[in-house]
């Protein structure tokens, strides 16, 4: 992949951050989502809540199960970026146990961009009908219950810096074999809508994260639910409020290490940053949605009752499937976990 980008730098000279990450997650063949690397899971480069522990898609499927039952939701169920499967296999599982009416009767979409994935996919949920598309815009309409985990942390983003007086944008330009980053004195028109629409003021010496791509596809989401739920987690800022750190969140990850210099591994690593849930709340407003729950996730999955799913277990093998079980929830639960570092947002249309 670094042949290629030398040639789209050859072509254009400097390249927006938005535009590195997009060729290096999704270009067609060696994008890192795009890729056939295996990425989530313990042999691979991050972990996601599905894959520490099954009770993470219990709880989901009792949530959902509660709308559905109440006649609040629609029998229909979309997950955006399915990946491989792993969540929808245990949710279409656990979900049979708790109503088996209800799972006959569910109709699931998944929506994964990756050829990949989708292989992956069937391969894995083959007891289920589903229907796979690559795109939210392959759906007219939805009703039912949307839900995204680890979906909008993905969108490429560009970034800006104020320095004195000045707005600039961050242009990578290659030195050698080396990215290198370039301030120009230079902020479009996008941009400035999107820290005003935000009311975002960037302080002296701050970076921040501009993620156009992503706000316009979650307000086409938005547009997308006639009726329904739209049940968002993701990676966010502790703080409530949007703000983002000194100098920014983008970050690399690579076989579950920190990557600084998140320019290094194009189509070798993720490249993530904390979402603003300040932008997706306001969307959802004035979209016409009603919120109805924003916490972290931990305050979300315990007042789902995940310590109620531990297993009262007397036997001494620590690789008992009843300590395997409970070692996984306190995982997910542990006060340096995930899921102190996630939000649940739900929002009602």
């Not at 979309?78 to 146990?97: H, K, N, P, Y």
């Not at 949307?146 to 004195?164: H, M, T």
């Not at 941009?191 to 935000?198: A, S, V």
Request: with cysteine; net charge negative.
């Amino acid at each position: 992949m670094k042949k290629e980008l030398k040639k789209l730098f050859v072509d254009k000279e400097m390249l927006s951050v938005s535009d590195f990450m997009e060729y290096a997650l999704y270009h067609p063949v060696d994008g890192y989502y795009m890729n056939e690397h295996k990425k989530i899971g313990r042999s691979g480069d991050f972990l996601t809540s599905p894959k520490v522990s099954p009770v993470f898609a219990k709880l989901i499927a009792g949530y959902c199960l509660d709308y559905w039952k109440k006649g609040e939701a629609e029998i229909r169920f979309m997950e955006i970026a399915c990946g491989d499967g792993a969540f929808a296999s245990q949710f279409l599982s656990f979900l049979r146990e708790m109503d088996e009416g209800i799972s006959r009767n569910l109709e699931y979409i998944g929506i994964e961009k990756s050829h990949f994935h989708q292989k992956l996919f069937r391969e894995r949920v083959d007891f289920h009908s589903i229907e796979l598309y690559q795109s939210i815009s392959d759906i007219p309409s939805f009703r039912g219950i949307i839900f995204s985990n680890e979906w909008l942390d993905a969108f490429p983003v560009r970034i800006i810096e104020k320095s004195g007086e000045e707005m600039n944008e961050i242009m990578l330009c290659l030195e050698g074999d080396e990215i290198k980053e370039v301030k120009i004195n230079r902020v479009d028109e996008s941009i400035n809508d999107y820290l005003k629409e935000y009311s975002l003021k960037p302080q002296q010496g701050e970076r921040m994260e501009v993620p156009i791509s992503m706000e316009r596809e979650f307000k086409g989401l938005m547009g997308k639910l006639e009726k329904g739920i739209l049940l968002t987690i993701d990676y966010g800022s502790v703080e409530l409020d949007g703000n983002c750190e000194k100098r920014g969140t983008l970050r690399g990850f690579k076989a579950h290490h920190l990557i600084e210099d998140y320019y290094k591994y194009p189509g070798e690593m993720d490249i993530t940053y904390s979402v603003p849930f300040h932008v997706l709340r306001k969307i959802g407003e004035k979209a016409g949605a009603k919120e109805l729950l924003f916490q972290r996730q931990d305050e979300f999955l315990m007042e789902q009752g995940v310590y109620g799913e531990l297993k009262n277990c007397t036997s001494r093998d620590p690789f008992s499937p009843d300590k395997k079980w409970n070692r996984k929830i306190m995982q997910l639960m542990e006060g340096s976990g995930m899921s102190r570092l996630f939000h649940v947002l739900v929002q009602k249309k």
